[in-house]
């Protein structure tokens, strides 16, 4: 998780890749291709940027940093003499509505600041999520549901965020709490030093326990947590590969230089786009299982993962 110190200012931050690519009609061949899948607003996020809740114009510059989200930390990245500060800035600024999606992690919902997080921020017009950390159980979930419930209205998306044994153990049943939690990710400083986990294996199972836990429930796969050294993008594009091959999608940054390398990991190669599309191309073809002249079987669930494939190519 995001530690005290932040994000840097955003100054010279540069660009991630483009929005999506506008549809378009399948080539002389009639084979589809990338353009040719739609895309939607059900393409996951691939980037989430943390920036401290007491710096509000460093949120206002990583509002137009590239990321798919911000999150404004009112909890780790905020000491505790500034968090009534955060809290009040983050009202203020997010009173209207956004240009990108904003979260807002609000302090250990076992504390004594979550309650004033919550009745601050939930409601405002521009807040898209609520990250909740440290989550441990289903109740909370269903607490916090209950309490930012708008008379007449419906629960702003939460989000969990397991950086525990005990919370990881239950990562379906607080997956599966309530209808407006729609994403899980795991804290990983956090757990940690909770199992006492000295390098990454330690973390494979907590890692595949959330992934597995997240589809299980119906949810988009899960975020990777933050590389926590900034300067790292050889390690952190590294990190992201390893995250991708156990069922990651995207990940958590804490410095706007992060972002270009979360997206070029988890956006498809032109190799996965190729083999994608003769996928897709095969299957609108021929129905039912079958072989390819290059020796791959296709079935439902590798047209299912190939036209996923080709929907997140529409991001380059």
Same mark, same amino acid.
């Given at each position: ?147 930012? &419930? ?133 299957? &609108? ?32």
């Amino acid at each position: 998780m995001p530690g005290a110190t932040g994000v840097p200012p955003t100054t010279g931050v540069p660009g991630t890749c483009g929005g999506p690519t506008a549809a378009g009609a399948p080539g002389a061949s009639g084979v589809p291709t990338a353009a040719d899948v739609p895309t939607g607003s059900a393409t996951p996020p691939l980037t989430w940027l943390y920036v401290p809740g007491d710096r509000p114009r460093t949120v206002v510059k990583a509002l137009g940093a590239g990321a798919d989200v911000v999150v404004v930390d009112l909890e780790d990245a905020v000491a505790p003499d500034r968090k009534e500060y955060a809290r009040a800035a983050t009202a203020e600024l997010l009173g209207e509505p956004q240009p990108v999606p904003v979260h807002v992690r609000v302090n250990d919902l076992d504390g004594p600041l979550a309650a004033a997080d919550l009745a601050a921020v939930a409601a405002l017009p521009g807040v898209s999520g609520l990250r909740l950390p440290k989550v441990t159980s289903p109740a909370q979930i269903v607490r916090v549901a209950e309490r930012t &419930a708008p008379v007449g209205g419906g629960v702003p998306a939460l989000y969990a965020l397991l950086e525990s044994a005990l919370g990881v153990e239950l990562a379906h049943a607080i997956a599966t709490a309530h209808p407006a939690l729609r994403g899980i990710a795991l804290g990983e400083a956090d757990l940690r030093a909770d199992l006492g986990v000295r390098d990454d294996a330690g973390l494979d199972w907590p890692r595949s326990r959330v992934v597995v836990a997240a589809r299980a429930a119906g949810l988009a796969p899960p975020p990777q947590s933050v590389h926590p050294d900034t300067r790292d993008l050889v390690g952190l594009a590294a990190s992201c590969a390893r995250g991708r091959a156990l069922g990651f999608l995207g990940r958590a940054a804490i410095h706007p230089r992060q972002l270009p390398v979360i997206e070029r990991a988890y956006l498809p190669t032109q190799e996965e786009i190729e083999q994608a599309e003769t996928v897709v191309a095969a299957a &609108a073809a021929e129905q039912g299982a079958q072989a390819l002249a290059d020796g791959r079987f296709v079935d439902e669930a590798v047209v299912v993962a190939a036209r996923r494939t080709l929907s997140l190519a529409h991001r380059r």
